[in-house]
């Protein structure tokens, strides 16, 4: 097993300096008027639809009873433009959300959007591309926790600072996988503001997690998923989720929730749902790692969810599980039946049409929180790292290869890489 940690952990005066950073509203941190322009908007989200042909959007707009304006039309074709009157949500206190879907995407292809505010009052002009759907890839971000180092700014620069260099490697990327715990307070305007404020949220979707930091009303507000279910137990912020992009089907999970026969159910006929669709990979994401080497790896909740999950991801064929909430990074061997197969490696860091499943933990992508590696030497664990520094992971799929490879944002060396061959 690989090991990395370096143990700088710098411990500010945080809790003396939070008031320099509380003191504006909410509404000020992502709230922008641009020249010319007279609609207000905030809070720009950005999802995968139902299938790579679809894009979800959601805002915030200052409270109002008149729904806002979706505008897309694709950059080189004439006679393309959508328009589609958005439903309208609730919001946080003075504000209204808006959730639009735009339908009939091609791939490779350039579009411009603007919203409006359904008065004849326009935003400014935002782009995004669609990608090729066999071969792309995605972003695996952990853990942005907005707001939990109580240096908002800070917080908010470094996830910037990840998201451009993590573009930058790879301009070609076709959304980010976020594994939850967006923000540090679910009740907090402020962190949520912070968390959208880079450009790059609103250029590319990212398929968001429920994590624990996000359980509240105020995470639903915010974001527009696609085949949502009802949970019994959601904690208020919404249920599970899946999508398919080209041959990839995504199972998103809300582990907020411990009923782990709902989660079954939902994978179950996720994948029944998608039978006729030559689906040739399955990834199933949620937040709370039930095979992590944090301080949480061995809690109760973790071990009932990792009891209650495995057999389902084992018994229909999950090729990788990804997670947050320990703010580390480690991965798996290849596993099946709660036990590593180390034989199904190859010189330790590729498989080849291996049986069971990898299970990937990210660590922070903006480094407000770093945990300390538990001291135990797990026997599923192929490689650990804690750096103490923000990464991320690129997902790389083609029709023959499902690839990882993880960096840290300081120096941008790679950290990790694991491929799995199918033939």
Known sequence: MKTFNNRSIKKGMAALLLSLVVGSSAAAMNMAQADGHDAVVTDVSMAPGQDETEMNFSWY????????????????????????????????????????????????????????DGKGHWYETSTFSTRDTESFNFLLMGDPQIGSSWFLSKDRNNWTDTLEKAISKYPETSFIQSVGDQVDDSESEKDYSAYFAPDIMKQLPVATTIGNHDNAKYYGYHFNVPNETELEDPGNAGGDYSFTYGDVLFMNLNTNSGNTEEHVQFMEKAVEDTAD???????????????????????????????????????????????????????????????????????????????????????????????DLADGKEPYVAVKAQLEVPTFTNVAITPDSLSFETYRTDTMQKVDAYQINKE
């Open 61 to 116: 707009a200052p409270e109002t009873s008149t729904p806002g304006v979706l505008e897309v039309r694709r950059v080189d074709a004439e006679g393309t433009t959508q328009t589609v009157t958005a439903e309208l949500k609730k919001g946080a206190s003075g504000f209204s959300g808006n959730e639009a879907q735009i339908t009939g995407l091609v791939a490779e292809a350039q579009y411009e959007y603007r919203i409006g």
């Open 277 to 371: 669709q030559a689906i040739k990979w399955k990834i199933v994401v949620f937040h709370h790692s039930i095979y992590s080497v944090g301080g949480h790896a061995e809690e109760e909740e973790i071990l009932k969810l990792r009891e209650g999950l495995v057999p389902a991801i084992d018994a229909l064929d999950i090729d990788a599980v990804l997670m947050g909430h320990d703010h580390s990074y480690a991965r798996t061997h290849q596993m099946e039946n709660f036990k590593p197969l180390k034989g199904e490696t190859v010189k330790g860091d590729a498989a080849k049409s291996p049986e069971g499943t990898v299970y990937i933990t990210a660590n922070s992508s903006s480094g407000s929180k770093f945990y």
